[in-house]
């Protein structure tokens, strides 16, 4: 089970009229890290597939990845492709991993080989895309005061700081393994910053 990518000639406005499913993000805000694809106007009388279950995907769906998205192509909670690569794409389930990097060139190959999943398709096929796009505006502050020794007036002194701090996901299949809760549809920063958050301060109150 695999990814192709699609013909752009044969895309036109045609998605929801020959093709069996058409697959697209759920909406993502300048704060959204994770999201599930959704099947594109479900309701459409012209789609071909209005009973498809949303965790089936069939073979023949078109998949579509705008820019800034990594997308990837889940089979039984296992992910068996993605693509760091703009544009339209269709799942083949004869086909094997097609492992469109894009930007990120050879650094995800050694997530892969750890996540990787081989086999025939399930029963259970989901799409997600992760927002490569920095993540900006996250606010912080010091719970307490941070101890702070100042040579200039030879002094011990302590500081309370707030401000923000901004992340960008540079390993996108290491961060949806271990860092998105599972069967969420949608996943803001906010959702997981706790984490983050404390690293960050540790970070900062030692630095």
Same mark, same amino acid.
């Given at each position: 089970?695999?990814?192709?990518?699609?013909?752009? $000639?044969?895309?036109?406005? +045609?998605?929801?009229?020959?093709?069996? %499913?058409?697959? %697209?993000?759920?909406?993502?805000?300048? #704060?959204? /890290?994770? /999201? #599930? $694809? *959704?099947?594109? *106007?479900?309701?459409?009388?012209?789609?071909?597939?209005? #009973?498809?279950?949303?965790? /089936?995907?069939?073979?023949?769906?078109?998949?579509?990845?705008?820019?800034?998205?990594?997308? @990837?192509?889940?089979? &039984? $909670?296992?992910?068996? =492709?993605? +693509?760091? %690569?703009? $544009?339209?794409?269709?799942? =083949?389930?004869?086909?094997?991993?097609?492992? !469109?990097?894009g930007e990120f060139g050879e650094s995800l190959r050694d997530s892969w080989? *750890?996540? #990787?999943?081989?086999?025939?398709?399930?029963? @259970?096929?989901?799409?997600?895309?992760?927002n490569l796009q920095e993540i900006k505006g996250i606010k912080f502050g010091?719970?307490?005061?941070?101890?702070?020794? =100042?040579?200039?007036?030879?002094?011990?002194?302590?500081? *309370?700081?707030?401000?923000?701090?901004?992340?960008?996901?540079?390993?996108?299949?290491? !961060? !949806? +393994?271990?860092? /998105?809760?599972? &069967?969420?549809?949608?996943?803001?920063?906010?959702?997981?910053? %706790?984490?983050?958050?404390?690293? !960050?301060? @540790?970070?900062?109150? +030692?630095?």
């Open positions: 089970m695999g990814l192709i990518r699609a013909a752009t $000639g044969a895309i036109g406005g +045609t998605l929801g009229d020959a093709w069996l %499913e058409a697959i %697209e993000s759920g909406p993502m805000t300048d #704060k959204t /890290v994770c /999201v #599930k $694809g *959704r099947m594109l *106007r479900p309701d459409d009388r012209r789609s071909s597939n209005r #009973k498809g279950s949303s965790d /089936v995907i069939s073979n023949g769906s078109r998949v579509i990845v705008q820019p800034n998205q990594f997308m @990837m192509l889940i089979d &039984g $909670g296992k992910i068996v =492709d993605y +693509t760091a %690569e703009e $544009g339209y794409y269709v799942v =083949d389930n004869s086909s094997a991993p097609s492992l !469109f990097n080989n *750890r996540f #990787k999943f081989g086999g025939t398709p399930s029963h @259970m096929q989901q799409i997600y895309y992760i010091t719970p307490n005061a941070v101890q702070y020794y =100042d040579e200039f007036y030879q002094a011990e002194l302590f500081l *309370r700081a707030f401000g923000n701090y901004s992340i960008k996901i540079v390993d996108p299949l290491l !961060f !949806f +393994t271990e860092a /998105v809760p599972r &069967g969420a549809a949608e996943v803001d920063i906010a959702d997981i910053n %706790e984490q983050y958050l404390s690293e !960050f301060l @540790m970070a900062f109150q +030692t630095s």
